[in-house]
């Protein structure tokens, strides 16, 4: 029998390589430093027999009805609003992600961002580099401590629930969150509070996002949802870009509706060295590493690998987002 094909659309951790081959698969990898154009991306997905995709790639409904023979798609990523999952499953065909594999990697980035803001840290680098690092400053660019305060969790799901560990552990806060339905498990292991987003809003200093990005969620962080904030809050995002309105939080945070935020995930991405939040001493930014370390990279490669195989195998995926299509 012919081996199967599978394309990975960007060069990723060997292990998927190797498992694949392993297990008898042939494997085309894309080479390019970037994602492939739109038109590469059908035209290479229409050679093979399953994928294994980045976020970075579009995967709407077009590109489902010009590739509707493809038998499975591995997202190599926890996060998919780049597919248009219900063109997927319109067409039978399952799609996994990369849960688990990345949530302490992430969360510590959600946790390493809340301390950089509230002690303004970045910011704090840059007068050294910037050659203002003159002498002991009594009384400027004072930070504030976390310890006791309140932190809000927006989707307690698998790495929310390890940025409140990790909150809890350290400064002992107390932990709020807001969900489309109530997470008994970690209400029970962190003391966790469900409240309604409104709640959520006034009661947190620090407002964690770890949502998906959907139309729901979409801008839901906007300029009615930062007036409700206080105004010694920070807040922190580390899901997806989209889920906060960026000229919104600029402004809040300019005119001082909100303290600080730290940002993992910017609305454009990339963001420009020009954006204005990168001047402002209470705000850090990353671009967009919450995943980007070896133990979670590795991990989700051989995740979406096993994904393959085991689709082939069984019939069955480890991570299915769409397990209606599956016999
Ligand atoms: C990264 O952003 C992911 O969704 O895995």
Redesign the pocket.
């Known amino acids: 029998m012919k081996p199967k094909k599978v394309l990975i659309t960007r060069i990723i951790p060997d292990v998927a390589r190797l498992l694949l081959t392993d297990a008898g698969f042939e494997v085309l990898e894309h080479q390019g430093e970037g994602p492939m154009p739109q038109d590469e991306l059908i035209r290479r997905a229409q050679e093979v027999n399953a994928l294994i995709t980045l ?1 970075a790639d579009r995967l709407d409904n077009y590109f489902f009805s010009q590739c509707k023979h493809l038998e499975v798609i591995a997202q190599f ?4 609003d780049n597919i248009d999952v219900e063109a997927a499953t319109g067409v039978g065909m399952p799609v996994s ?2 849960p688990d594999v ?1 949530s302490d990697a ?1 969360a510590d980035i959600a946790f390493g961002l809340m301390m950089a803001v509230s002690r303004k840290m970045f910011f704090n680098h840059k007068m050294i580099l910037r050659g203002q690092w003159k002498q002991f400053e009594p009384l400027k660019h004072l930070g504030m401590e976390l310890t006791g305060k309140t932190l809000g969790i927006f989707g307690l799901g698998r790495i929310g629930r390890v940025m409140a560990k990790r909150c809890l552990g350290a400064f002992d806060m107390e932990i709020v969150y807001h969900n489309r339905s109530r997470n008994m498990e970690a209400e029970k292991e962190l003391g966790a509070r469900y409240v309604s987003f409104d709640q959520l809003l006034k009661e947190s200093d620090v407002l964690s996002v770890h949502c998906v990005l959907s139309e729901e969620t979409r801008s839901i962080f906007n300029q009615q949802a930062f007036a409700k904030m206080k105004s010694e809050a920070i807040f922190i995002n580390t899901s ?1 870009g989209g889920v906060h309105h960026e000229p919104d939080l600029i402004e809040a945070l300019k005119q001082g509706v909100i303290w600080g935020a730290g940002l993992d ?1 910017t609305n454009p991405e990339p963001m420009l060295p020009d954006n204005p939040l990168l001047e402002m001493p209470n705000v850090a930014v990353l671009p ?1 590493i ?2 980007a370390t070896i133990e979670a990279r590795t991990g ?1 490669a051989r995740l979406a690998a096993e994904n393959i195989i085991t689709y082939y195998q069984t019939g069955k995926m480890i991570t299915c987002i769409n397990p209606q299509v599956l016999s």
């Not at 990523?77 to 998919?80: C, K, L, R, S, T």
Request: positive net charge; proline residues 0%.
């Open positions: 976020g990523a926890v996060g998919y992600n990369t990345l992430t997806r995930v967009h919450g995943s989700m």
